[in-house]
């Protein structure tokens, strides 16, 4: 099983997300994460969603989005040259002064900016691939993360393609 | 004033709806009032499933789209089931359903159910109009989709704002729809249809395997010629009977749990498998793996995903059926010798014949015959679902698309009786028999109302067996025979019958079939026979399940 990222263009309409993800739970394709937003399109939408699965199993996954009437376009990033890009904010336990400066030093290692300072706790906020969260979060773990939340994987292109053709 | 509710009566006669079959409620007084004076007729059913299953029986009869309407709440949530009937066998249907108030959406108002998140699952889209000015455009589209590409139901739910409220000019209705995401693929890809012949004119032991795609598609003609050209033989699956004559010589039958073991030995030694407007769906394939296993396979469907989700394809052609025959037809340049596969196949013909005992006594299959060798194929035949269903497709002859109505790939009980009524509103000029079981036929026996309110000329043949016998037959076989809840006590079926002012025939012989199948053909309004048959008849052969499909229990040999 390898991790596939797919970038579905949507067309901006009530319920289109609810189309996409109740389709995926109904087959029976898991979902990693899921992103949606708006795009450079006035009246679509991009969904980013990264699933695992075999090859098979991904062609489905994209097959059976493909076929949803409010959905444009799907690509399949992964084996393409993309930039993916994940935000997460890490509320973390820090009650010491030492505590606090090590977090801090960890922070400005992997770029991350600190958005709120409490008495007890600070909120990191940290961009980048899933590796670089994830390794983020497993470093803050023994000073005690009191809450986290990840935007899940978004993707595009590198270079000059776009995912935009008509499907 | 003109309103949404005339606004949408006139997008309905412009996509040239001539029945709805519906349920009147409170949010779609203002719909029903537009119909009393419309030229649209409007039959009523006794519940609002059988609307649905009766705009899915016009649309099988006829080829267009079929029309349902209901009101909020119970009567939307009673036509799911078929729905979702339509949508397993990609028929094209468009179900109107009253909604209330946009004002009122999300508030549990009374008689608000969220219909087009429920049927999600089981349209091929749908849609909530909430501006009368989109009412135009939503309904061209609905017809569009729903009868264009892969055909299937499509939901339009109308808040009763929506129709009540002045139209909007709106300007013109576009001349054709244009939707960026959705542009079926019509025509196959000519460097897969060359590869698909090259591969037709090696093969020793071809096999065509054509399914509901093929009737769906309007290309029996197109079938028929290229298989007498290339001399392959057909076998078809449920939904395909009728796609070819049933009494060609090169026709094998149906194919899978209950195929004719000449169709299943013939899957199971092919070395190329053309697979026309097919799903590969477990009840035909029986276990996969061992599914054509000595054969190359040309997959043919206009719907991509169908295309290698159950069986990988060799050459994958994504295209309408009709289109790409007609493909096949011009380029082909060379047939295969295939005369010693036709004459093996020829041999399991007359060696394993379907057969049954004959006794003397009332058996199931034998009303099918009498049926199939009066009616000669000039006539519809509807049917519910269970062991009747299973010998209707295996002992009557079918002669042409569209003359054979049933619940494939959800297998509904109750669909024969209101599918029956739609398939007479498309076709008024055929005989129409729902072929049922004592089951199935009290699933939706409240149509017996309809069809005596607009004399309704259906003949029910009712094989009764006082059994859920589908299901007796697996407890029968595979759990020691208990049956468990599957018996079911006598019912006098021409008394109910006369009740609704219909008349009815009961039958205990043999003897009597005949006849009496012959009398209700002649009358000219609706009739019911009552055939008291023999209670634990099987249907036979049978693949168990988790079988190879040439694994067949029950076979027969002469
Ligand atoms: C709505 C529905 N409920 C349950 C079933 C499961 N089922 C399949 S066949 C069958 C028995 C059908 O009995 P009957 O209509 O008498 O037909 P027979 O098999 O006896 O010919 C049942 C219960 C079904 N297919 N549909
Ligand atoms: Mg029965």
Redesign the pocket.
């Known amino acids: 099983m390898k991790q596939h990222t797919l970038s579905v263009l949507v067309e901006n309409r009530a319920g289109v997300l609810s189309r996409v993800a109740g389709m995926f739970s109904r087959r029976g394709f898991n979902i990693e994460s899921l992103a949606v937003g708006t795009c450079e399109e006035p009246n679509m939408s991009r969904i980013t969603i990264v699933v695992n699965g075999d090859d098979g199993v991904v062609e489905q996954m994209m097959k059976q989005t493909n076929k949803l009437i409010d959905v444009i376009k799907v690509s399949d990033l992964t084996a393409r040259e993309s930039v993916k890009r994940e935000l997460a904010l890490i509320k973390v336990a820090a009650e010491t002064g030492a505590a606090r400066a090590e977090i801090l030093q960890i922070a400005d290692i992997f770029r991350a900016l600190v958005v709120d300072v409490g008495a007890k706790t600070l909120v990191l906020q940290v961009t980048g691939d899933t590796g670089k969260i994830d390794a983020l979060e497993t470093l803050l773990r023994q000073y005690g993360i009191k809450e986290l939340v990840r935007t899940g994987k978004i993707a595009l292109l590198r270079g000059a393609k776009t995912v935009k053709s008509s499907k | 004033m003109k309103t949404g509710a005339r606004t949408l009566i006139e997008a309905l006669q412009r996509e040239g709806v001539d029945t709805i079959f519906g349920y009147p409620g409170g949010v779609v007084l203002p719909i029903y009032d537009e119909l009393y004076d419309s030229s649209i007729r409007h039959i009523l059913v006794r519940h609002e499933q059988a609307a649905a299953h009766a705009a899915d029986g016009y649309a099988r009869a006829s080829g267009r789209v079929g029309v349902c309407l209901a009101t909020s709440g119970p009567g939307a949530c009673n036509l799911v089931t078929g729905i979702a009937t339509a949508y397993m066998d990609s028929i094209p249907i468009v179900a109107l359903t009253g909604q209330v108030p946009t004002g009122l959406l999300g508030n549990d108002a009374f008689q608000e159910s969220d219909i087009t998140g429920i049927t999600m699952p089981v349209t091929k889209h749908n849609y909530l109009v909430k501006d009368v000015a989109d009412l135009d455009r939503v309904v061209q589209e609905a017809f569009y989709i729903a009868r264009t590409g892969r055909p299937g139901p499509v939901l339009v739910d109308l808040p009763k704002d929506v129709t009540t409220s002045p139209a909007k000019s709106g300007g013109t209705v576009p001349e054709t729809v244009s939707l960026r995401g959705y542009q079926p693929t019509y025509e196959g890809h000519v460097r897969q249809i060359d590869k698909a012949l090259d591969l037709i004119a090696r093969a020793e032991r071809p096999l065509i395997y054509a399914g509901g795609g093929v009737v769906l598609s309007g290309a029996s003609a197109e079938l028929l010629e290229f298989m007498e050209t290339a001399a392959i033989p057909v076998t078809t699956t449920l939904m395909g009977l009728g796609a070819i004559p049933g009494d060609h010589p090169l026709c094998l039958g149906m194919l899978g749990m209950h195929g004719t073991q000449s169709a299943n030995y013939a899957v199971t030694e092919c070395d190329l498998l053309l697979a026309i407007g097919v799903r590969f769906d477990d009840r035909v394939t029986g276990r996969i793996e061992t599914f054509a296993p000595n054969a190359a396979v040309v997959h043919i469907d206009i719907d991509p995903a169908e295309i290698g989700k159950n069986k990988k394809v060799d050459v994958p052609i994504v295209g309408d059926v009709k289109a790409v025959l007609q493909a096949f037809l011009r380029r082909m340049k060379k047939r295969g010798d295939t005369a010693n596969w036709v004459s093996k196949i020829n041999t399991w013909k007359a060696q394993y014949p379907l057969g049954y005992c004959d006794d003397g006594r009332l058996r199931p299959q034998y009303v099918v015959e009498q049926l199939s060798d009066i009616l000669k194929g000039e006539g519809i035949i509807v049917s519910?679902?269970?062991?009747?269903q299973m010998w209707t497709a295996l002992y009557y002859c079918f002669k042409k698309p569209r003359t054979w109505i049933t619940s494939g790939g959800l297998?509904?009980?109750?669909y024969g009786l209101p599918a029956a009524i739609g398939a007479h509103y498309a076709r008024p000029d055929m005989p129409v028999v729902d072929v049922?079981?004592?089951?199935?036929?009290q699933?939706n026996i409240q149509e017996f109302g309809t069809v005596a309110q607009y004399d309704i000329p259906v003949k029910v043949v009712i094989?009764n067996?006082m059994?859920?016998?589908?299901?007796r037959q697996w407890q029968e076989l595979f759990y020691d025979r208990r049956y468990s809840y599957t018996e079911?006590p006598p019912v006098d079926f021409v008394k109910i019958a006369n009740a609704y002012g219909i008349e009815g025939l009961k039958v205990e012989e043999k003897d009597g079939v005949r006849g009496a199948i012959e009398t209700a053909l002649a009358t000219d309004g609706p009739f019911v026979l009552d055939f008291r048959v023999e209670r634990e008849e099987n249907v036979f052969p049978m693949v168990p399940a988790g079988a190879a499909i040439n694994e067949m229990i029950g076979v027969r040999q002469r």
Do not use: H, R
């Open positions: 519910e679902v269970g062991q009747n297998g509904t009980m109750g049922a079981g004592d089951g199935s036929i699933m094989l067996n059994y859920l016998g589908m299901v079911l």
